[in-house]
């Protein structure tokens, strides 16, 4: 890592020191202007250099950070910036003339902007999705029309494990009844022998989310396995599981380096997800305690720990405030062996956490408090709550996990003033 620099001095950096000409060559993509720019919802920061994007990023927390964190490091950059989405969700829909297309939404709409090609997502994932296209008039597949309500074929979903190489294939559609689904399949994947997996998912609903709650495994096990820090995951459909996996390697790892952990510690993980942080956390820590409401992503999360053999780790069902609460309060036979948590760590959405769970945090007072954020704005109200109560962020590490976007993703350090 990058030695810091006071946050109240940022000097002029750039994080690209060894990246040669593949950083090069990604620089020079970045100021190829894609032509869905402007209408497709995808980036930010179309026609940017990807160093003036990190320079900008890091005028961005400089200026939210300024004052409540001790030290700030250079955001860590990607070495090329360009398709680094292991997700891809493509759109199907009429135009006017009453012709299937593919594409994109365009930004704060439903209309479909055709993209074949796109600089940000995986280049075999957009190849599968073209080709899915392409074999729409073969099998005689209808597209779904939003106004009318009428169509079978919806979205496809895309999902690459990064570190294995495996391709999971969604087909969001409006009725189980597939006709010819087994040569569809075998026709998809003469074309990509690395798909491992095909599931056909059933959404009638007239919603704007993308998956229903009801999938069928077309072909292969319905998931794919990916490994992050030494751990395996897996990715179905619906599961959260971060679209750089390269980046989020990167963020995680800063984490646990300012968790500081020995093996001794006990540690609360909050919005745990489908538990790769605290899995990861669990090999160095004496006991992990995950934390998340979403019903699917603890089922999730429980076989990711059997399947990376993790018995110091257990996930509780449970909105993560009212967790902490009762667990400050020392209410409900939460507490394992009646001991606060030693290290906190939380990565809530990008709204943040709430007022409640950092005064239940404070009330408990863990050595170290590690928040990873997702929302730069968000995190400079939540550090001032917490600075309040007594919790001070010693240091912040900004990491680029979505380039050509204004999102960014943030670790922050934060101990205790007494």
């Known amino acids: 890592m990058a030695a810091p620099f006071s946050i109240l001095e940022i000097k002029k950096r750039r994080n ?15 100021l190829q202007k894609c032509p869905a720019a402007g209408r497709c919802g995808g980036c930010d920061l179309q026609g940017v250099g990807y160093d003036q994007q990190l320079a900008q990023k890091n005028r961005q927390l400089k200026k939210l950070l300024s004052g409540l964190a001790t030290e700030l490091y250079p955001i860590q950059g990607m070495d090329d910036p360009t398709h680094y989405r292991c997700k891809v969700n493509a759109a199907f829909g009429l135009n006017r003339k009453g012709k299937p297309v593919l594409g994109r939404y365009e930004k704060n709409t ?15 994932a957009c190849e599968i999705t073209q080709a899915i296209y392409s074999l729409l008039p073969s099998f005689r597949i209808r597209v ?22 495996q391709y999971m294939v969604t087909l969001v559609c409006t009725d189980p009844v597939f006709p010819s689904k087994q040569n569809f399949v075998k026709a998809l994947r003469t074309r990509f022998p690395e798909i491992s997996t095909i599931v056909l998912n059933i959404n009638d609903r007239h919603t704007s989310m993308v998956l229903g709650e009801r999938s069928i495994t077309l072909y292969g096990k319905g998931y794919i396995e990916d490994q992050l820090c030494g751990s395996t995951f897996r990715i179905s459909p619906g599961s959260f599981y971060q679209i750089n996996p390269a980046q989020t390697q990167r963020l995680y790892e800063t984490a646990l380096e300012y968790a500081g952990l020995t093996g001794r510690e006990h540690v609360l993980d909050a919005y745990c997800g489908t538990g790769t942080i605290g899995i990861i956390a669990a090999k160095r820590a ?33 909105d993560a405030t009212e967790y902490m609460e009762q667990l400050s309060a020392g209410r409900g036979g939460l507490r394992e062996g009646g001991k606060r948590p030693d290290v906190l760590i939380l990565d809530p959405p990008r709204s943040g956490t709430t007022p409640r769970f950092i005064e239940a945090a ?13 929302g730069p704005d968000t995190l400079a109200r939540d550090l001032k709550l917490f600075r309040k109560k007594g919790y001070q962020a010693q240091k912040a590490q900004g990491v680029d996990l979505f380039p050509f976007t204004n999102h960014l993703e943030t670790v922050c350090l934060l101990t205790h003033n007494g």
């Open 286 to 318: 004496r006991q992990v305690t995950g934390v998340e409401l979403n019903r699917d992503a603890v089922r999730d999360a429980v076989w990711n720990a059997r399947r990376n053999r993790t018995e110091n780790i257990r996930f509780i069902k449970m």
């Open 110 to 124: 439903h209309h479909i902007v055709q993209t074949p090609d796109c600089m940000i997502e995986d280049e075999r």
């Open 362 to 374: 404070a009330r408990m007072r863990p050595d170290r408090i590690v928040y990873v954020s997702c």
């Open 144 to 165: 779904y029309d939003e106004d009318s309500g009428y169509g079978f074929l919806r979205h496809v979903q895309i999902r690459r494990g990064w570190a294995t190489g």
């Open 16 to 30: 690209i020191k060894g990246r040669g000409n593949i950083m090069e060559s990604g620089i020079k993509s970045s």
